[in-house]
């Protein structure tokens, strides 16, 4: 018989890169080990997510900044904030991200996709995901897809992590069998600085990122099949300590995790929001 492809996400791979222990709380164990508290940095960057997602389902002739406040304040997640006035303070904050942002985009443009869910298939993989945008563009060659992907946290990303990135590759893998044409360009949007990451791929980096996640997909099925041969899941999904830890949903019930300084929840979502934090 044929080996069964593994069905994926690039969020799913990546969670075995990061830690196959954590890919194991989070996508074998049933029940799974329960999670800490909600992080506030993950509530503001859903509610700005679902914004531009709502503000783009708009008839072209609303799409102007006047109508982000209600369209956040609609789509808001409280969840996490130490209090009602850090939440006071994200929420302005973001209103300002959105509004320069915006102010940017050309209403009239209509994208390919917003928030839309892309898939294709290897000899091994069976992969879908989410793209935040997927734009079209005129390059040189003609009609081509370009990935987008939005985020409002850490400052300081570079081309490099457009480059590095394996799930942007994905989705430019994905969207390229989709849409029936070329797609190489993913560009990481940050919405708190204003600034743009992004990479052109060529087909050969495209494989190579393509050949990664069969990689990983290899390494996590031979841990399924060994676990249900009876190994020790500890060993087969072994943990990654690292700077990682501190952020973890599972760090409580991880015995590295354990170990680990704890970060404070509202470290990164204060960072963000502080003045000069445009």
């Known amino acids: 018989m044929p080996e069964r492809l593994f069905v994926c996400t690039p969020s799913k791979l990546g969670a075995y890169t990061d830690c196959p222990r954590r890919y194991r709380y989070s996508y074998i164990d049933r029940p799974a080990p ?73 209403p009239s443009d209509e994208p390919l996709g917003v928030e839309r869910v892309v898939a294709t298939k290897t000899s091994i993989l069976a992969l879908n995901g989410r793209a935040d945008r997927i734009d079209g563009r005129t390059g040189p060659e003609g009609p081509e897809a370009v990935i987008v992907d939005y985020k409002t946290g850490r400052a300081g990303l570079s081309d490099d992590d457009a480059r590095g990135s394996m799930a942007l590759a994905l989705y430019a893998y994905a969207a390229s069998r989709v849409f029936r044409r070329p797609c190489r360009r993913v560009e990481l949007h940050h919405l708190p600085t204003g600034t743009v990451a992004a990479h052109e791929h060529t087909d050969e980096s495209l494989a190579r990122q393509l050949r990664r996640a069969e990689e990983t997909a290899t390494d996590i099925m031979a841990a399924e099949k060994a676990v249900a041969a009876g190994a020790d899941p500890d060993d087969e999904f072994p943990t990654n300590p690292g700077t990682l830890c501190g952020w973890c949903d599972f760090r409580k019930v991880c015995p590295a995790g354990a170990d680990a300084v704890a970060k404070d929840p509202w470290a990164s979502v204060e960072r963000l929001t502080e003045p000069g934090v445009s």
């Not at 960057?45 to 982000?68: C, D, F, I, M, Q």
């Not at 130490?82 to 904050?93: F, G, I, L, S």
């Open 34 to 106: 329960p999670k800490g508290p909600p992080w506030a940095h993950n509530s503001l960057g859903a509610s700005v997510h679902t914004t531009l997602k709502n503000w783009y389902a708009l008839p072209t002739e609303r799409r102007g900044t006047e109508v982000l406040p209600g369209l956040l304040k609609s789509t808001w997640v409280r969840e996490g904030y130490r209090d009602v006035e850090q939440e006071r303070v994200a929420y302005r904050k973001a209103l300002d991200w959105l509004e320069t942002y915006v102010a940017g985009l050309d």
